[in-house]
């Protein structure tokens, strides 16, 4: 009778479900200090708005009425796959109250319907920031919004022991310039076979760019080349120079990611290369790309995604550039927490138990806590005037650090953990800092 | 070209969402003050699960993969409608890892395929909190829910303006032994029946009950009579003494909603009635019962309810019985914000725009911005090196209170509401406590 966790769609305990908490808060903390505004859109979009980008169609989940009336088109709404497409409609059906340049960040649930497998979930929590022009928008936006999410996860390392990142980035433009200061038309065709480096093997690549593509031997190692500069510095430059390829689309591309190395490198020094084989799909971003690991969570595949778009939105007259970096919080978490390398000190928010004497005195337990919840104390009374060892386990089993006595002779109250108890009073009693909530850290 | 909203489910504007953040927060605040512990489960459950009710099957968002593969059965997912089915699910699956009774709180978003209309949407958020034990639940859970939630109401009463609330409480135990008292054996078919009080009117019912049912016309009126009472204190027992009907189910009703509305009145004076006529639907909880109406909003219904169970959960051998109550938070706000009645001080998190004189100097921007965020001040740096009055109405139209503006002769900050301009160093100025953040309020 017991039901069956579903596949892919992954839920935590109480104690889990405080740590996601935690690193929630967290992120919200460094994006709202970046001046980032809260916005949530609904889970549902037009399928029309889902399937337009295309090659993710077969991943949406469609959701309709299950007696959706006669003539009534039931298939027309999809769960959103991520949170790119419903900003983008966000922002067009919203563009006249907004103001632009447009910062927001988003935290929700995506769906898509993969088959699940490692770090690979059906329902999962996102956490995107993205920068938002009419028009135009400047340059600048693609340094900040990598350092404020480095600075997001790294808050999350400082503060919890999430692992550290490296964030991987490059600049579509300057592939493009390159490809094409090599002599090549459809730079797209090349960006396609160097990005199955990995998979393939440079050998291979480059049999695919001289037999498919028609490139000399010599431009085909060039391209190769290209993809293996990966450098913390803005050494990069220099790299690319030396193969002796010349494009103004090139130098576009290697200034605006010098830049965003140069800015990394200063405010948080070894979190961020410059890496020339990263491409991130193919024809949806058109600058900056940004691609993150995790340390020791290679296998997850990037932990943190995003880049430039040219056109996020348009109306036909206006056009609206954007900038944007989204991390996979599920992803992060749920094998930190399945694992147990990730944990909270206790499974609910109470710090203080007041025990129950007799159930004839229950009420004055109840204005124990209501006097140490008047100062911010998270307090519970206990459920049922059981022995007072009983009582003690009730606490201990949930994690709460204090248990409350009253009595004739005056309060105490007793840190469970330690078994000291004193005297107290619940007017001016306060617990040390690091208990009033449950704190959040690395297990080794 | 600009999107339609979807009718059903309302989106909020950034300023909207500061609000709607603002409520969260809050009431997560209370509910972690009384140490219930947070969860969340997935949004879609299995059909099986969610239409074991019966009654609210057809408003059931069924969820399918678009390219569901051969023989793969799509269509036994759905989207939550409400969280107590989820929670019930959730704890079946865990029992093993809760300890019980186990105190949770949930806020997520459900959806309803109903026809929009005021006060109803497809989508909106939902604030529960239960208490469910095991096998057993001791009733002062009843009392505690009702507190607990009534003290996180009056909370967003006081801090924002939300408007007042009043909760209609009574106990289906007292109805049921009323009724059986007076020789009825079909309990169920004169509640039924006395339940279109306010849609039929009284004699319409008292006919009813007397000609489908066989009540005679005293037994009807008492019935009638019954469900006219609302007391604010407890005087609502003698005056169901005085109708004289007895049965032992009635004494227990009797003394369960008194302890209740007791509790109340000594904590949340006004905020809670008797109302012995509130049914909450049919069969589906077994004691307790809430309704809370909002002052001036009377016309959305219900702004939070629920009841006890005395079966949550069962998996055959054991039972968990449970008692809780939900708020609708879509409800309460959604008009609220429409009609501008609760509002933000600004649309952005941010406190203080650093201006920008020129962009070489942004570096100096944006270390000032840092140094404010070291001291977790919400702060932006200008996107562009305009002329100082257009980056002041880029401050004006977020509502950002502070310019902060460089220079060789020093640092100055200009507070744009007052126009006042004065010297100050990023590392030790701190805004007025009431400009750090959004301020929520009521507006006239």
């Not at 001046?35 to 993710?56: N, P, Q």
Request: glycine share 10%; hydrophobic share 40%; aromatic share 6%.
């Amino acid at each position: 009778m017991r039901p069956k966790p579903l596949s892919g769609f992954p839920e935590f305990l109480p104690a889990g479900r405080i740590v996601e908490q935690a690193v929630l808060d967290s992120l919200r903390q460094t994006f709202e200090l970046h001046g980032f505004a809260s916005i949530e859109t609904r889970a549902v979009e037009t399928m029309d708005a889902l399937t337009r980008k295309g090659e993710i169609t077969k991943e949406v989940y469609v959701v309709r009425r299950l007696h959706a009336a006669e003539g009534e088109t039931g298939d027309d709404l999809g769960l959103h796959f991520d949170l790119t497409v419903p900003f983008a409609r966000y922002v067009l059906e919203n563009a006249g109250h907004l103001a632009f340049p447009f910062r927001r960040y988003q935290v929700q649930k995506v769906w898509r319907g993969e088959r699940p497998q490692e770090g690979r979930y059906r329902e999962f929590v996102q956490a995107d920031i993205d920068v938002v022009g009419e028009n135009t928008l400047a340059g600048h936006h693609d340094v900040e919004v990598a350092l404020v999410m480095l600075e997001a996860l790294e808050t999350l390392h400082t503060r919890f022991g999430v692992p550290p990142v490296v964030m991987h980035v490059n600049n579509r433009k300057l592939a493009e310039g390159f490809y094409r200061g090599l002599g090549v038309e459809d730079h797209m065709a090349v960006l396609q076979r160097v990005d199955k480096l990995d998979k393939i093997g440079p050998d291979a690549v480059a049999a695919l760019l001289v037999d498919e593509l028609g490139l000399s031997a010599e431009a085909a190692a060039k391209c190769l080349e290209l993809a293996t500069i990966c450098t913390p510095d803005t050494s990069f430059v220099e790299r690319v120079r030396a193969l002796g390829v010349q494009h103004e689309l090139l130098d576009e591309g290697l200034a605006a990611l010098a830049e965003v190395v140069e800015a990394a490198e200063a405010a948080v020094p070894g979190r961020l290369v410059a890496d020339l084989k990263i491409a991130r799909g193919l024809d949806y971003y058109t600058g900056t790309v940004y691609e993150t690991e995790m340390a020791g969570f290679e296998s997850l595949g990037s932990i943190c995604s995003g880049g430039r778009y040219d056109a996020l939105a348009t109306d036909g007259k206006r056009t609206w550039p954007g900038v944007g970096i989204s991390v996979g919080v599920t992803r992060i978490l749920a094998p930190l927490i399945a694992k147990g390398e990730l944990v909270a000190s206790r499974s609910v928010p109470t710090c203080v138990l007041v025990a129950v004497d007799a159930e004839e005195t229950r009420g004055t337990a109840l204005a124990t806590a209501a006097a140490l919840r008047a100062r911010g104390i998270p307090t519970e009374v206990a459920p049922k005037a059981d022995k007072f060892g009983k009582q003690i386990r009730y606490a201990d089993r949930r994690g709460i650090p204090f248990v409350w006595f009253g009595g004739a002779e005056g309060d105490s109250v007793k840190d469970i953990r330690s078994g000291e108890q004193v005297p107290a009073d619940a007017a001016t009693w306060t617990p040390p800092a690091g208990d009033l909530r449950p704190s959040v850290g690395r297990q080794a």
